[in-house]
């Protein structure tokens, strides 16, 4: 709340600490490493892998806060981008190597699930790297905390602008230039919701919410490559929406059948073919009416396609009690926004409400000439 500057040095110092930690445990992990204890290398096939992926998904959520971060960027175009596939690709390499150095420096059925590098670095006779990991892992929640509630009081920002939640939250205060209101408001309902929830609970949940999310986007970056008001023709809107409906359609049951018949293949035979006819006729014929500028995601639209299928087939990988809990909470926000944030954001769109900032500045201009006059 005090600055975006010093939240950044901050968090550099923070990610600096976290950064020596991970490196220590990933050297020393493979000095002490037993190549022995990767057998079997998969002891419960590939449908615990795609579970586990599944449930750590979450742990690639907080990347979408850069993009947030737009407006406090001083070269967008550029650096939005640079940070998202730069960050992405290191971690990726991290979680990588780290999950290799625990699963080689104890068998798997020897992992602590709680406190893994500790418990594994105790087993190895250096008992006093477990405080260190602790060390690392307490800072390693200090910036996953804090570039959270930073990124996520920038999206109450946007929604309070809307007027689907009071506009209060979209304050920003004149001299820190950060939304504090909406900043306490993220603040206090994440730790409410940490404090009387489980972690296991919360992970499922966010994992099936992300890859929800992150399929979503994958479709509307279709859609407004393919689609465009005024351009494109009734009929090419038809032939996207079908496209589409095919893609998803098949991602889904292709998801499906490995969830009910995982060893079986004749329900590949049929919903791939039918994934790659969708992509394939998005891609003969429906023309595209945007190009990006700048950057743009390549290979469209069989990336985007891909990543529809993905999460869809991770999603499928996750507990019923996931999608239950996620069916609950967006019926909820589903409800309240029919009933409260479409009449907002319609009213807002065609100015029947203006922003509270200059309705604060309108009103004390207005205050002045009363006092002049």
């Known amino acids: ?39 079997p290398f998969l002891p419960f096939g590939a449908q615990g892998v795609f579970q586990a992926a599944a449930i750590v998904y979450f742990a690639y959520g907080g990347f979408d806060n850069i993009a947030t971060m737009a407006e406090e960027t001083r ?35 020897d992992i602590d699930t709680e406190a893994a590098y ?44 809307s007027h689907i939640i009071p506009p209060l939250f979209a304050l920003v205060h004149p001299k820190t230039g950060t939304p504090i209101y909406a900043t306490l408001l993220i603040t206090i309902a994440s ?84 994934w790659v006819a969708g992509t ?9 009416c945007r190009t990006p500028k700048v950057w743009g995601v390549p290979l469209v639209p069989w990336l985007p396609s891909l990543s529809i299928a993905t999460n869809l087939f991770l ?3 996750l507990e019923s009690k996931a999608f239950l809990r996620f069916g609950v909470c967006s019926g909820i926000m589903l409800i309240y926004y029919l009933l409260f944030g479409l009449h907002a954001t319609y009213d807002m769109a065609h100015g029947q409400y203006k922003r509270p900032d200059l309705v604060a500045a309108e009103t004390k201009a207005a205050a002045g000439a009363g006092g002049a006059a």
Request: a positive charge; hydrophobic letters at 50%; glycine letters at 8%.
């Open 118 to 161: 500790s418990v594994a670095f105790k087993s190895v006779g250096m008992k006093w790297a477990q405080y260190l990991v602790a060390l690392g892992a307490l800072k390693g929640m200090t910036t996953v905390l804090l570039v959270g509630a930073l990124g996520q009081a920038r999206y109450t920002t946007h929604i309070a602008r």
């Open 1 to 39: 709340m005090i600055s975006t500057k010093k939240t950044s040095y901050v968090n550099w110092i923070a990610s600096a600490v976290h950064t020596v930690v991970i490196a220590f445990v990933i050297v020393a992990g493979f000095a002490h490493a037993e190549p022995t204890n990767l057998k």
């Open 315 to 317: 999603m499928g990988s």
């Open 191 to 274: 730790a409410c919701i940490a404090l009387f929830s489980s972690l296991n609970v919360l992970a499922s949940l966010l994992s099936v919410s992300t890859l929800f999310i992150f399929m979503m986007m994958a479709t509307a970056l279709l859609v407004r490559r393919y689609y465009r008001r005024d351009v494109s023709t009734p009929r090419d809107l038809q032939k996207l929406v079908s496209c589409l409906l095919v893609i998803i359609a098949s991602s889904m049951g292709i998801s499906a059948y490995w969830g009910l018949r995982p060893h079986g293949w004749i329900g590949y035979v049929i919903l791939v073919p039918l």
């Open 280 to 288: 394939l006729g998005l891609q003969l014929f429906v023309p595209q």
């Open 75 to 109: 070269n967008p175009s550029r650096d939005i981008p640079l940070g998202l596939l730069g960050s992405m690709s290191v971690i990726t390499a991290i979680y990588c190597l780290m999950a290799l150095s625990l699963g080689m420096m104890q068998k798997y059925t």
